[in-house]
């Protein structure tokens, strides 16, 4: 299941779109507009990641059909589950779909698929954010709470239970773990340290050396030296000529956040939550020297490097994956970037696959071209993917509390339907709400049909095709009536892996009633005893977060 408190299948631009600001200036930001409501609107064709956005059909009135949608160029009421409000869609063409949910296609094979899953939470309370696969023993290892668990892998198809072990009583949790030079594992915790385990008897590891320290991250190895990530800005060189007794050689400074290192022959990578890619020089791999740095498109969280290391790919949050060459490899350059509508945590390379975790999906790329790729296609994980590590033509994956196993077709083609959100809010009285379609797969999305559970509730689109790495917007309409709304939309397409896809619609009794709508302005005091207003954030976008534990 997934955690009531988390947002599902919403994009970064609804959560900004979710409060809207009061009294917004003339002045509005950058691709917005004021409008008669005093609001600053997105104008049409803009948006957060600047591509997909639909653009205006040509010609006037809609498809002539029997679906649910209502044609014309009207938009009759706010929308406030899609990319901004209403603001800049009044020359859309809204067409109807025929009245089926079932697809009259064909569907084809789908690229990605999940193979196995083995619930680590049938064994021990668990919850995975970390990686790697040991292919040679059969061994896949991941950290989180918990600790450390272990799992056979031998038969990738029939996953096993191993062992779960808490790195000196951490409160049974560990950040981040590495499988370092045989029979060493390593697990670090951000304030408990680095801790060596003996993995020789898999199912009882044991205890060897603890470095007691803070902020560490990451780790990567290579010969006898292993480098560990700091969050307080630094990379730690550890001697592991005794791979269970690392010695500390050498603290670097030239971080800012540092989350994960990735190793190129002399150079060291380092992907840095708030620098970008910091880039090391490591001819004395004793003692690291700072070369310095080039920014990312977003947050760096996580690095990966194609079999050729010509080229690193980033896992840059709601950026996406961003993918640089290493011609220079004291200097990464930029070259391209792929939008996920999800934020990428975590990459993994393995051949002609780049795999990405985007906590709501699991993503295949293809690298077939390194410097080019393209996306394959994605498979919306169980829980939380966190994190993935590939190997063998299959990508691991720390799916929260499932161990999942995936594979790729790089010469399958399919679209990949994405909504923008799966419940939407009218205001019972009626009203509209719009949502994005967006295609994530690297095949053309058809639109095939829509029905309603419900008399007068119809929906229509903006395009009944959506080209790969395109979106296209839907547009529910509510008629009103005395009752409280609790119905869907079935939407029919050719997605092979999920044909029908359901959108819940409701009115009245929800916090969603409130959303597209001006937000009332409040205060809160910062842990510096600062009092911030929102007010104050005219003309700015603004995330309120929320978030529970225990």
Not at 185 to 212: F, K, M
Not at 285 to 293: E, S, V, Y
Not at 412 to 419: I, N, T
């Amino acid at each position: 299941m997934r955690y009531p408190l988390a947002l599902h299948r919403v994009s970064a631009m609804a959560l900004l779109g979710a409060v809207t600001l009061p009294a917004c200036k003339a002045d509005c930001p950058p691709g917005s507009s004021l409008r008669g409501d005093g609001l600053c609107h997105l104008d049409r064709g803009t948006s957060a990641t600047g591509s997909g956005a639909p653009q205006a059909e040509p010609g006037g009135g809609a498809d002539s059909g029997t679906g649910v949608g209502s044609g014309g160029n009207e938009d009759s009421g706010v929308g406030g589950t899609g990319e901004g409000t209403d603001g800049g869609m009044e020359d859309i063409t809204w067409r109807a779909l025929p009245a089926t949910c079932t697809p009259s296609v064909q569907l084809g094979p789908d690229p990605v698929r999940r193979t196995s899953s083995l619930f680590i939470q049938d064994e021990v309370f668990a919850e995975l954010i970390d990686i790697e696969v040991d292919i040679a023993r059969g061994e896949l290892w991941a950290a989180g709470q918990g600790g450390l668990v272990g799992i056979d892998v031998s038969d990738p198809l029939e996953p096993t239970y191993l062992a779960a072990v808490a790195p000196f009583d951490w409160f049974r949790r560990a950040y981040k773990m590495h499988l370092g030079p045989y029979p060493a594992l390593y697990g670090t915790h951000r304030d408990q340290g680095l801790v060596a385990y003996d993995r020789t008897d898999p199912s009882r590891p044991v205890e060897r050396t603890w470095v007691r320290t803070t902020n560490l991250s990451g780790m990567a190895h290579t010969d006898d030296r292993l480098y560990v990530a700091g969050h307080s800005g630094y990379l730690h060189t550890y001697d592991i000529s005794d791979p269970l007794a690392p010695v500390l050689l050498a603290t670097t400074s030239g971080l800012g956040n540092g989350w994960v290192p990735l190793i190129r022959g002399d150079h060291l990578y380092v992907a840095d939550n708030s620098l970008g890619v910091v880039v090391f020089d490591r001819s004395n791999p004793d003692a690291p020297r700072h070369l310095g740095q080039v920014g990312t498109a977003g947050g760096a969280q996580d690095l990966a490097l194609s079999d050729d290391g010509s080229t690193l790919y980033a896992a840059v949050g709601g950026a996406g994956v961003e993918a640089f060459s290493l011609e220079d490899p004291a200097s990464p350059a930029s070259i391209s970037r792929i939008d996920l509508s999800y934020s990428a945590i975590a990459v993994s390379a393995d051949g002609d696959t780049l795999w990405a975790a985007t906590q709501q999906d699991i993503v295949a790329i293809d690298i077939r071209d390194p410097r080019a790729p393209v996306l394959l296609n994605t498979d919306e994980t169980r829980q939380w993917a966190m994190s993935v590590d590939a190997d063998g033509g299959r990508a691991y994956v720390a799916d929260w509390g499932f161990a999942s196993v995936y594979a790729a077709d790089l010469d399958a083609a399919a679209p990949d339907l994405d909504p923008s959100t799966t419940e939407v809010h009218v205001d019972a009285a009626g009203g509209t709400a719009t949502l994005w379609l967006t295609n994530l797969g690297n095949d053309d999305l058809a639109l095939l049909g829509a029905t309603s559970s419900a008399q007068g509730l119809t929906a229509a689109v903006s395009a009944e095709t959506v080209a790969p790495g395109s979106r296209a917007w839907m547009r529910v309409q509510w008629a009103g009536g005395g009752a409280t709304l609790d119905a869907e939309i079935c939407l029919a397409t050719n997605d092979p892996d999920e044909p029908q896809q359901r959108i819940s619609v409701r009115s009245g009794g929800s916090a969603g009633q409130h959303l597209g709508l001006a937000a009332p302005d409040f205060a809160l005091r910062g842990l510096d005893g600062q009092v911030h207003r929102l007010s104050e954030q005219i003309g700015h976008p603004v995330v309120l977060v929320y978030f529970a534990t225990w």
